[in-house]
């Protein structure tokens, strides 16, 4: 069937409607036409001017926000930091027994568990509590500081034996990477240096260390019969 | 009276994102490309003079256009060597007279066909109408205004306008009906 002469000329519109479609180039007609109008009607021009008036503006702010984040970074590392338990290492806690026995600290004469709880609390006020077996032979109590965090340590002796207990909060003071021992159905972390034994635990939120110079079996039967707790 | 400022948000706002628009109908008006961006960026200069007059909500695109076709006349009258756009008002007069009668086009699909033919080839034949039914054509076909906004652009009545369109098609396709036969397209 021939197309009638209308359908052709509707063709017609349809396909010159297309050339709407082509691509056009710009870019160059519009440099030209941006060089040609007056400096302050171009939209660059104004865009730029807003820029740099922003620009002059935020750069104070540009610092301050650098420095806050930098200063944000700071602390949020130094909280992170200063939340992690330290550490008490083997070495140090050998030498605060060694100095504790030789009274070469500011001990506290005490004469009992109570009063070494008692002494210990009034200098360091959120100690933890802490108990031993009543017939140990309490001799003193003083208060340490292992990487600024606070240390309760109390001496007696066991078997004639002088032996320190040392107790400290849990979340800031750690037992060091060591052997892991079960011992009467309690877990201890022992550790060993210039021949004082250390037990280490942790209960109720609480960390203590029963060392001296008697055996890792001895010292854990000592420290099973010790309970310790947050105030 | 607004301030440059004022005038430069209204001219990016409202008229810069119509600039295809005359560039396009300029290019497809004019052989001469360098001519007719010329005659685009001329539009689109006089545009933001007359920036004060151009009311917010009214058709900025067939605004434009009155620009444009305005500048062109005043180009055509003030230069006497762009004649030779001009003068195709008088060479398919007859092609359009011949052309009145049933379709000849085979294949019947009149579309089909147009689509096998070339932007550039539509665009050749586009330019050898005269100018008057040129512009209708640019201005109804290929950037759709109503017919009554383009008489507007034109400055002519509808009825003009409608008829322009009517024979502007016809002659097109008088133009391109030949060609096809020569390409083998039918």
Known sequence: MPTSNQDNVSAISRRLAKLREQPLNMSVFDAKLKALLPPDATGEHLQRSLRMRIGTFLSPLRAAAALLILASIAAAYLFLVSAQPVSASPQEMAAIYERAVADQDHTMAVSSIDEARAAIHRKWPKSPDFAAPGNMSVMSCCVHEVGKRQLGCVTFTVDGVPVMLAVADAKEICSPSGEARMISGERYVVASSNQVNMVMRQDNGVWTCLMGRLSIERLAEVAGSTRAERP | ?186
């Open chain 2, 1 to 186: 009276m607004i301030d440059l400022n004022e005038a430069n948000r209204r001219f990016y706002e409202w008229l810069w994102p119509h600039r295809d628009t005359v560039v396009r109908t300029a290019r497809l008006l004019l052989r001469d490309s360098f001519a007719a961006d010329d005659l685009a960026q001329e539009t689109m200069l006089k545009a933001f003079r007359a920036l004060h007059r151009f009311q917010e909500g009214t058709d900025a695109r067939a605004w434009l256009l009155t620009i444009l076709r305005n500048a062109r006349i005043d180009h055509i009258r003030s230069v006497s060597s762009q004649k030779d756009d001009v003068r195709l008002c008088d060479v398919s007069e007859s092609v359009a007279e011949d052309s009145n009668g049933d379709g000849e086009i085979d294949p019947s699909d009149a579309n089909e066909l147009l689509e096998r033919l070339g932007d550039q080839e539509i665009i050749d034949a586009l330019r050898e109408l005269p100018e008057d039914i040129r512009w209708t054509l640019l201005l109804v076909d290929v950037e759709g205004l109503d017919q009554s906004d383009a008489a507007t652009v034109m400055n002519v009545p509808l009825g003009t306008v409608k008829s322009r369109a009517h024979r502007g098609r016809t002659m097109l396709k008088s133009i391109l009906e030949p060609r096809a036969r020569q390409a083998g397209l039918i």
